[in-house]
């Protein structure tokens, strides 16, 4: 790491530094630790809680994307639409 | 390693920076511009691909499902298993089950799921997906097998109700019972034979092509604009490294079942990054937030089809486009007047996030107000939290009351914000609630295009003006996020193909040709590169102020709550007052 930089915490850079640079990368590992950690341990809880171990189970049975973030992201909206569309259009009246 | 903490642009908290004058040269040298040219690019290049080559005999048979279902229809008072055979050999037509589309999506696809060993999001052997697929095979042997009993049944009992010229109701009925009964059968035999077809794969090589592919498109963009070409190729790499991440941590098992999608992840990691060993230097020519941004806005603009608000008749277009502006309009008003928001932009990206669709609604929102990126962090950090709450309470609150599914569909699909936890929401109740959330989420989605306009005309009308003084047209055009003009273009242009081709030959060629085969795979990279960007250009400090008083969060819930109760009384009164023939045909 050199002193060219623009850093919040000044300890945290420059070449003269180089055991308050450490820190830095202490915080990076344990980040990334506190992620993995957030990722197992809140989404266990999905295990646990009685509503959101139904909508686990419903949600690896459709295998449904339900990070989507727009309807093109996924199968459903189409799917659905198509259904609705197919009953609207063609609505069984018999004879 | 050069590095920075904090950015060292100019201006670096807006999502989108206002250019302040205009002349020829933005056409190639200010990225509102450049990112209408690129996403135009793409949209043709899908076009070009998708468009000469349809599906075999696809007009023909096509034309065969519709007759059949037309004949079927005029047959009996219910669906037989000729209309459910032609339906659904209906949906199966798409251009996107061709081996080229196959070969693009090879290339575009992000990592795929994994449970406890990340590198499984990126490899796995023939070996391995033999072995996934193993344990499911005796479960798929008996669905087929009750499916195959549940056919013979619904066979059994219409051929009995045909007998008696469909006159009988008692037979009508049963008939009815037992088609829906294997029309289950189907889906859980369908579910059960896709978890042992388990393939192997391995995404490092596509992945390193797509990053070259992608590098080089931005960096030709950025090198027209003034930016060297060498200094953008240098650092995507990290940014693109950043996003696989991103996109990891949402496929992980137990991340899929709570929501939270690549967008939070993406913006996690560059904040763990640019907070902790610092932004180096060297990535920050490929930090470009706001030109991933509008070029992935561009994109979404062909996916604003607005032939899709007809999906499910008069009772959705009134949920979704009547409830949605008024919660929209009068969460912001409450920001504004009642709990005074500081910010008017972090406001109506709230409002917008919260009352729309989510995240999408957020990035388009935040886009046409010029809002600060710590601002769309926010919103989508709410947004993300209170979606993983109402996609487990609201199907449980339903079940709870016994609410009927087409009205907790409509409910559904018209509040939680994220869409596909609108249809994880759905599914929790059953086949119907699914279906009717996902249309109509599907409907509200489309209602981003109009939000973005009409956002991106009041600010530079009311908001970014002297209060009393009128406004000229050119000053109107001077602060107007260009972008959005590509956006509407892309929009009335696709809305305009998928319209004049017809509504089929547009699901098979459009929707799931060019959008679903290529333009949408780019569009959520170029969103994924620009939350990583977000991250890697803010400091943690920044956050601070907007938390005082919990203001986000008042308005947040206010809106919410506001939205739960008008949208559930305004889908009674419109599915079971006002169209209830429409409620019954669905």
């Known amino acids: 790491m050199t002193a060219n930089c623009t850093c919040a915490k000044k300890a945290a850079c420059g070449a003269s530094a180089p055991q308050a640079a450490f820190s830095p990368w202490i915080k990076l590992i344990v980040g990334f630790v506190l992620i993995w950690a957030l990722i197992f341990g809140v989404g266990s809880l999905a295990h646990l809680l009685p509503g959101a171990k139904h909508m686990a189970k419903v949600i690896d049975e459709r295998g449904l994307r339900a990070t989507a973030i727009y309807y093109t992201d996924f199968e459903e909206p189409a799917e659905g639409s198509e259904r609705i569309r197919d009953s609207l259009d063609y609505t069984p009246r018999g004879k | ?54 599906p075999e005999k696809m007009d023909e048979n096509l034309a065969k499902y519709n007759a059949v279902l037309k004949e ?8 037989t298993i000729e209309w459910y055979n032609a339906s659904s050999s209906k949906r199966g037509m798409r251009a996107t089950n061709q081996d080229f589309a196959k070969t693009i999506q090879s290339f575009l696809s992000a990592p795929s799921d994994w449970d406890t060993n990340p590198l499984d999001a990126l490899y796995r052997s023939e070996e391995t997906a033999k072995a996934m697929g193993a344990p499911f095979k005796e479960a798929a042997d008996k669905a087929k097998a009750a499916l195959d009993a549940a056919l013979a049944n619904a066979k059994t009992a219409q051929a009995a109700a045909a007998a008696a010229g469909f006159k009988d109701a008692g037979l009508n009925a ?74 990891m941590a949402e496929t992980q098992a137990l991340m899929k079942y709570w929501g939270f999608g690549f967008p939070l992840w993406a913006i996690a990691f560059g904040l763990l990054i640019s907070n902790t060993i610092g932004t180096p230097k060297w990535v920050m020519p490929a930090a470009c937030t706001e030109f991933y941004i509008k070029t992935g806005l561009v994109l979404l603009g062909a996916e604003i089809l607005f032939n899709k608000i007809l999906a499910i ?15 929209l309009i009068l969460t912001y008003w409450f920001g504004q007047k009642i709990i005074k928001m500081p910010s008017k932009t972090l406001n109506i990206t709230i409002s917008a996030d919260m009352s729309v669709c989510g995240v999408s609604a957020a990035i388009a929102t935040a886009a046409a107000c010029r809002a600060k990126k710590e601002e769309l962090t926010l919103a989508i950090g709410l947004s993300m939290v209170f979606t993983a709450i109402c996609m487990v309470g609201q199907p449980a609150f339903a079940k709870l009351v016994g609410m009927p599914e087409i009205l ?23 086949e119907k609630a699914l279906y009717v ?33 009128s406004v000229s047209w050119w000053e109107i055009w001077y602060r107007f996020p260009k972008f959005v003009i590509g956006f509407i273009i892309a929009s009335i242009v696709f809305s305009i193909i998928d319209q004049s081709v017809g ?22 990279w170029f969103f994924a590169l620009a939350f990583t960007c ?22 947040y819930v206010f809106g919410q709550t506001f939205q739960l109760a008008f949208t559930l009384l305004i889908g009674y009164i419109m599915f079971y007052i006002v169209f209830p023939e429409i409620t019954a045909a669905i």
């Open chain 2, 313 to 327: 008749g008069k009772p959705g277009i009134f949920v979704a486009w009547v409830c949605t502006p008024i919660t």
């Open chain 2, 72 to 79: 079927e229809a005029a047959k009996a008072p219910f669906k």
């Open chain 2, 534 to 555: 977000i991250g890697l250009e803010t400091n943690f400090k920044e956050f601070g102020p907007y938390f005082k008083g919990g203001k986000p969060i008042t308005l």
């Open chain 2, 408 to 430: 907790a569909g409509a409910w559904m699909g018209s509040t939680i914000d994220s869409t596909g936890a609108v249809a994880a929401a759905g599914a929790f109740l059953g």
């Open chain 2, 437 to 469: 959330a996902a249309t109509i989420k599907m409907i509200q989605n489309i209602l981003i295009g109009v939000t973005a306009f009409c956002v991106a005309i009041y600010w530079c009308t009311k908001v970014d003006c002297t209060p009393g003084k």
């Open chain 2, 174 to 247: 049963a008939a009815d019972k037992g088609i829906k009964a294997w029309q289950e059968a189907r889906d859980k035999s369908s579910k059960a034979s896709a978890k042992v077809s388990v393939k192997p794969y391995n995404r490092v090589p596509y992945l390193i092509g797509l990053c070259i592919i992608l590098a080089v498109f931005f960096g030709i963009g950025k090198a027209i604009m003034g930016t060297p070409f060498g200094q953008f190729i240098i650092g995507f790499p990290v940014v693109f490294f950043l996003a696989v991440l991103a996109y």
């Open chain 2, 1 to 54: 390693m050069a590095e920075t903490k904090t950015p060292s642009h100019a201006e670096p908290d807006y999502v989108v920076i206002d250019s302040g004058k205009t002349s020829l040269k933005d056409l190639y040298k200010k990225e509102d511009w450049m990112a209408i040219w690129m996403g135009f690019l793409l949209l043709i290049v899908g076009l070009l691909i998708f468009l000469p080559r349809p």
């Open chain 2, 503 to 524: 509504k089929d030959v547009s699901n098979v060629m459009i929707d799931h040709g060019v959008l679903r085969g290529f333009t949408r795979i780019a569009r959520e």
